[in-house]
T-cell receptor, first 111, second 113 residues
Framework: NAGVTQTPKFRILKIGQSMTLQCAQDMNHNYMYWYRQDPGMGLKLIYY???????DKGEVPNGYNVSRSTTEDFPLRLELAAPSQTSVYFC??????????FGQGTRLTVV | GENVEQHPSTLSVQEGDSAVIKCTYSDSASNYFPWYKQELGKGPQLIID?????GEKKDQRIAVTLNKTAKHFSLHITETQPEDSAVYFCAAAPNSGYSTLTFGKGTMLLVSP
């Protein structure tokens, strides 16, 4: 049972480039989340989804987009990458609204 | 929205000592309070949680207490071991509607042998 799988683990982007962070879960969870983690700042919610076809903004959505076409996948899209998007990104899923299982993270550097 | 404050930001203890991490929250509607442990290079992992209908919950060396009147909750780790060294996050959420977790900024716990 893989749980929540994120790819890639590391990535360096140039300013203005775009990329998609992939997230997949095999636990049949309805709820999925994207967080970013900056040093000393905890986890900030970017976007979340309560089911296929339904997404909503979190606390820090600017510069990001998401889609949820299936229960299993919840990709995060960065358009026009900026240095402020340098962070560690975590995807999570849950079988209820609150108990979350996290992936291993994607460390993104924008230069 | 909810605001969660966590203290201290770093905590150093000797092996065998106890460690206490404290959090306060602002939204009186919050009724679910989990604690996550994050080891270096890994994602956070749930270690214990408490709901507002109880004041204390224990799981071996870990316990969480909740004071809803004062809007604060705490994580207690007894007989600390080097493998307890990690970053610990508290969080809060109302268990209604499409609620999401609001996290504290984390506490780095270092247990020295």
């Amino acid at each position: 049972n893989a749980g929540v799988t994120q790819t890639p683990k590391f990535r360096i982007l140039k300013i203005g480039q775009s990329m998609t962070l992939q997230c997949a879960q095999d636990m049949n969870h309805n709820y999925m989340y994207w967080y970013r983690q900056d040093p000393g700042m905890g986890l900030k919610l970017i976007y979340y989804s309560v089911g296929a076809g339904i997404t909503d903004k979190g606390e820090v959505p600017n510069g990001y987009n998401v889609s949820r076409s299936t229960t299993e996948d919840f990709p995060l899209r960065l358009e026009l990458a900026a240095p402020s998007q340098t962070s560690v990104y975590f995807c999570a899923s849950s079988y209820s609204q609150v108990e979350a299982f996290f992936g291993q993270g994607t460390r993104l550097t924008v230069v | 929205g909810e605001n969660v404050e966590q203290h201290p930001s770093t905590l150093s203890v000797q092996e065998g000592d106890s460690a206490v991490i404290k959090c306060t929250y602002s939204d009186s509607a919050s009724n679910y309070f989990p604690w996550y442990k994050q080891e270096l290079g890994k994602g956070p992992q749930l270690i214990i949680d408490i709901r507002s209908n109880v004041g204390e919950k224990k799981d071996q060396r870990i316990a969480v207490t909740l004071n809803k009147t004062a809007k604060h909750f705490s994580l207690h780790i007894t007989e600390t071991q080097p493998e307890d060294s990690a970053v610990y996050f508290c969080a809060a959420a109302p268990n209604s509607g499409y609620s999401t977790l609001t996290f504290g900024k984390g506490t780095m716990l270092l247990v020295s042998p």
